[in-house]
């Protein structure tokens, strides 16, 4: 496993497999592949991720398993501003790798941030439905903080945070 920042020569196989995950997850939470799968999403994940590996605020890296790439993470400022918080604004890892460690590997890293960057707090937010990511992150320590923004399917995006020795 190599783990190494990710940069614009990544994009293709970021979009790929950000989309692979994302089927995932949505469909385990009832939401069908083609209320996710668009060409206007894909056209907004291109520029959302080539702005997030190109900010100097921002961090983004992959996990490759002989050079296939197995799974990413973001992370940065808070969208809303606080003192002492960073954000985990996404994970990812290919289906086909889930429960071999990678997504706690990407996990360490958001960590390793908030130690570098000398911060008390994370958060980030997932979606209600999946399950799987809320049972990961509440392993990890992280705990529901009662704030919710609405997303797809009429299902919300939970706010959680961890607090970071």
Avoid at 30 to 46: D, F, K, T, W, Y
Avoid at 76 to 86: I, N, R, W
Avoid at 87 to 107: E, F, K, M, N
Wanted: with cysteine; aromatic share 6%.
């Amino acid at each position: 496993m190599d783990i190494r920042a990710a940069t614009v020569a990544d994009l293709d196989a970021i979009i790929d497999l950000h989309t692979r995950a994302r089927v995932a997850y949505y469909d385990a939470g009832g939401l069908p592949a083609e209320q996710i799968v668009n060409p206007a999403l894909a056209r907004e994940q291109r520029d959302g991720w080539t702005a997030a590996i190109n900010a100097p605020n921002k961090r983004v890296a992959c996990v490759t398993v002989d050079g296939h790439l197995v799974g990413l993470v973001a992370m940065g400022p808070l969208h809303k501003p606080e003192a002492d918080a960073a954000q985990l604004y996404q994970i990812h890892v290919d289906p086909d790798c889930w429960g071999r460690g990678i997504g706690s590997t990407l996990h360490g890293l958001f960590l390793r941030h908030l130690e570098t960057e000398a911060l008390a707090r994370g958060v980030l937010e997932v979606w209600e439905r999946n399950a799987r990511a809320r049972a990961f992150y509440t392993r990890h320590g992280w705990h529901p903080d009662g704030t919710s923004r609405p997303g797809p399917a009429n299902t919300p995006y939970l706010g959680m945070r961890l607090t970071h020795p």
